[in-house]
């Protein structure tokens, strides 16, 4: 076996049965799961007007709002804001490796760092990410502890605690000396302006929270309603990626502030002094006019599905447009490159449809991307 079929045996191995176990232990996530459903076809029902509502919900608070139709503009922004010879950190944000903001803003002179374990082996690899929640699934911990000897000049050893402790003291000092911070959005919260972010290890906390400038990028799909339903998704992304309960749910409302004098909420205090919050569309709009494509955006990156494909598991997870891998990455692929290749290797299943949280038809959206690519290369024939 290769090392890509080992890491993503031992990966399904770990995480199928420990899914199973929270589902089972925990039978409220299902009733969330509904939830979330009717909060984002809500959202997407009325999208424009949710997008307008977020957007003065976040300067009502304090701090700024941009949509951006496509990745260029999103880079353009981004570029704005941080300048050149910043130092920078990075939580995990698919949207953010979507638009290319960490390779723009490394090529304009700044330092800019993946500070997740499994985006910074990525960046280390220069590798695309194999997994949406576990983007070094297919790496093994011996080829990972390879890896950081070679550029870091450390051995860490081949404990997998010992590997996440050279990764951790690598990157404190870059926390502390970060000038700005840059994250996604597991949820963003409509009438709030709020953002919502989940994490087990603590780098989005350190990344939101340490700089004095934090940009959130992400998606339109992942508006939601009001505050509470935006909870019920981190809630029900954590339990279906396996990880629950999760460490750390993370809201951000605006820069940091205080109201501990005479009860005038004030800004800054010890934390961001800015807020940046970016709307992209980048083809989910698109998407969203059409009745097949729209369930497509009801996603909310749990990664459960791929673990229960076999087409993904018999590629050893090199499936879908980075960073969208997976039965959910072939669609993806689709809403946002306008790449239907992807469908074209789907074996129909069904096993992501019957594990998918959101209830989304995967095999049907992925048929009809199928059909779309052969419409595509008839016309092109014709042409």
Same mark, same amino acid.
């Given at each position: ?15 199928? =049965?420990?899914? %199973? ?14 939830? @979330? ?35 260029? #503009? ?37 330092? @800019?760092? /993946? ?6 082996? &990525? #960046?280390?690899?220069? /590798? $695309? ?40 003291? %690598?990157?404190? #000092? ?5 000038? &700005? ?13 709020? &953002?919502?972010?989940?994490?087990? /290890? ?18 339109? /799909?992942?508006?939601? $309603? ?24 993370? @809201? ?22 800015? %807020? ?30 791929? %673990? ?18 997976? =039965? ?36 049907? @959206? ?18």
């Amino acid at each position: 076996m290769s090392d890509w079929d080992i890491a993503i045996k031992r990966g399904v191995e770990h995480n199928v =049965p420990r899914v %199973f176990k929270v589902l089972r232990e925990h039978p409220y996530l299902e009733d969330l799961a509904r939830k @979330v459903r009717e909060g984002k076809l809500e959202v997407l029902s009325n999208l424009d007007h949710y997008i307008d509502m977020t957007m003065k919900s976040v300067e009502r608070i304090g701090g700024k709002a941009y949509f951006v139709e496509n990745a260029e #503009q999103a880079k353009e922004i981004v570029g704005k804001i941080v300048g050149s010879g910043k130092r920078v950190v990075m939580g995990k944000s698919m949207v953010a490796y979507e638009t290319g903001i960490r390779k723009y803003l490394q090529s304009i002179g700044n330092e @800019v760092w /993946e500070t997740d374990l499994g985006e910074l082996l &990525i #960046q280390f690899a220069d /590798e $695309p990410p194999s997994h949406i929640i576990a983007p070094a699934v297919h790496m093994t911990r011996e080829r990972i502890r390879e890896l950081i000897k070679e550029k870091l000049g450390i051995d860490p050893g081949d404990k997998h605690e010992d590997i996440v402790r050279v990764a951790r003291e %690598f990157l404190r #000092q870059k926390f502390l000396a970060a000038d &700005i911070g840059i994250t996604g959005a597991n949820a963003v919260a409509a009438d709030a302006g709020s &953002i919502v972010l989940v994490e087990n /290890e603590g780098n989005i906390r350190m990344s939101s929270v340490v700089p004095p400038v934090h940009i959130s990028i992400t998606g339109v /799909e992942k508006i939601l $309603p009001n505050l509470e339903y935006a909870m019920y998704e981190v809630l029900v992304q954590a339990a279906y990626a396996g990880l629950y309960p999760p460490t750390y749910i993370n @809201v951000t409302s605006g820069p940091s502030s205080t109201g501990d004098v005479e009860q005038k909420r004030v800004s800054p205090a010890h934390g961001p002094k800015e %807020f940046h919050l970016i709307l992209v569309d980048n083809g989910r709009r698109k998407a969203n006019e059409d009745p097949v494509l729209r369930e497509a955006l009801l996603c909310i990156r749990c990664g459960r599905c791929h %673990f229960h494909c076999p087409v993904y598991r018999a590629l050893d997870g090199k499936w879908g447009d980075p960073p969208y891998s997976g =039965p959910m990455g072939a669609m993806w692929s689709g809403v946002v490159y306008n790449d239907y290749k992807p469908a074209l290797l789907c074996s129909h299943a069904g096993n992501c449809r019957e594990v998918c949280p959101m209830k989304i038809n995967i095999p049907k @959206v992925l048929e009809y991307l199928k059909s779309k690519f052969f419409m595509m290369k008839a016309g092109t024939r014709e042409g």
